[in-house]
């Protein structure tokens, strides 16, 4: 399993990935997971260019201070504009509001444009802050700290255990297509093909839930009574307070903002 949810995406085989400490790594779990999702609200709730494009620059200074790998992080963002930009060439065409263009008989309102940036910048600074903050926690710790915000057990468990095991289903899924292509194997445009598939999800299901059977089968042995213990070390200290102090008033300006 990957040391840290931000290197999730690179690989799922369980190598290790330099990750240099930083100051966001010293923050208290649960305070990152609250400050994160309070400026993701208040981010997400603005409608306001001048807010918007300070929540971006917010996010990049602390993709800085988290060290995300630059490769990496800007990977991630290039692949989410990759999906928004149809969001900007497909909003100024269905929104109402004053022409701004035509092309090829089809009227683009300035306001749909205007609205697709608004959402462009909303992302880019929810997943830089995400990725800044929760995405360099490792996955059991942001359990654990879930778990120690109150949130429901079977969510908590349900991530834990969605983290932890998609490496095996992904090692079943490539064990299974090695052996169609030993049988010789081909993708192609028929219902062999698409009937093949259908047979190799569904196996793939149904090997998920013997596995899962024995898994619980196995935790019960070990007295498994649907919870799991926390640790006790999730404390704040004085560079959590310091940020605290520095994030919360920035939050309130932020939100000030909108009324400006």
Same mark, same amino acid.
């Given at each position: 399993?990957?040391?840290?949810?931000?290197?999730?995406?690179?690989?799922?085989?369980?190598?290790?990935?330099?990750?240099?400490?930083?100051?966001?790594?010293?923050?208290?779990?649960? &305070?990152?997971?609250?400050?994160?999702?309070?400026?993701?609200? *208040? /981010?997400? #709730?603005? @409608?306001?260019?001048?807010? !918007?494009? %300070?929540?971006?620059?917010?996010?990049?200074?602390?993709?800085?201070?988290?060290?995300?790998?630059?490769?990496?992080?800007?990977?991630?963002?290039?692949?989410?504009?990759?999906?928004?930009?149809?969001?900007?060439?497909?909003?100024?065409?269905?929104?109402?509001?004053?022409?701004?263009?035509?092309?090829?008989?089809?009227?683009?309102?300035?306001?749909?444009?205007?609205?697709?940036?608004?959402?462009?910048?909303?992302?880019?600074?929810?997943? &830089?802050?995400?990725?800044?903050?929760?995405?360099?926690?490792? *996955? /059991?710790? #942001?359990? @654990?700290?879930?778990?120690? !915000?109150? %949130?429901?057990?079977?969510?908590?468990?349900?991530?834990?255990?969605?983290?932890?095991?998609?490496?095996?289903?992904?090692?079943?899924?490539?064990?299974?297509?090695?052996?169609?292509?030993?049988?010789?194997?081909?993708?192609?445009?028929?219902?062999?093909?698409?009937?093949?598939?259908?047979?190799?999800?569904?196996?793939?299901?149904?090997?998920?839930?013997?596995?899962?059977?024995?898994?619980?089968?196995?935790?019960?042995?070990?007295?498994?009574?649907?919870?799991?213990?926390?640790?006790?070390?999730?404390?704040?200290?004085?560079?959590?307070?310091?940020?605290?102090?520095?994030? %919360?008033?920035?939050?309130?300006?932020?939100?000030?903002?909108?009324?400006?």
């Amino acid at each position: 399993m990957p040391q840290f949810l931000e290197h999730s995406g690179t690989s799922w085989k369980g190598q290790k990935v330099k990750h240099d400490q930083s100051l966001i790594d010293r923050l208290d779990p649960r &305070l990152r997971v609250v400050l994160v999702t309070l400026f993701a609200f *208040a /981010t997400v #709730l603005s @409608h306001n260019f001048i807010v !918007l494009t %300070v929540a971006v620059i917010a996010g990049f200074l602390l993709a800085i201070l988290a060290q995300l790998n630059v490769k990496r992080t800007l990977r991630r963002v290039i692949a989410m504009d990759m999906f928004m930009i149809f969001l900007i060439i497909l909003l100024p065409f269905t929104t109402p509001g004053e022409t701004w263009f035509t092309l090829f008989g089809l009227s683009a309102s300035k306001d749909g444009f205007l609205h697709a940036l608004m959402i462009l910048l909303k992302a880019h600074a929810v997943v &830089l802050s995400l990725l800044a903050l929760v995405g360099t926690i490792s *996955a /059991t710790t #942001l359990g @654990h700290a879930l778990a120690h !915000l109150r %949130v429901p057990d079977k969510l908590v468990h349900l991530m834990l255990f969605t983290v932890r095991y998609l490496e095996v289903i992904g090692q079943e899924y490539k064990r299974m297509r090695r052996a169609m292509q030993a049988r010789a194997f081909v993708l192609r445009t028929d219902m062999h093909t698409w009937r093949s598939i259908g047979y190799l999800i569904g196996m793939l299901l149904v090997h998920s839930l013997e596995r899962s059977e024995r898994i619980m089968d196995a935790m019960k042995c070990r007295g498994y009574k649907g919870q799991f213990y926390l640790f006790d070390d999730m404390r704040m200290g004085r560079e959590d307070y310091r940020f605290i102090a520095i994030f %919360v008033p920035f939050l309130c300006i932020l939100t000030g903002l909108n009324f400006i």
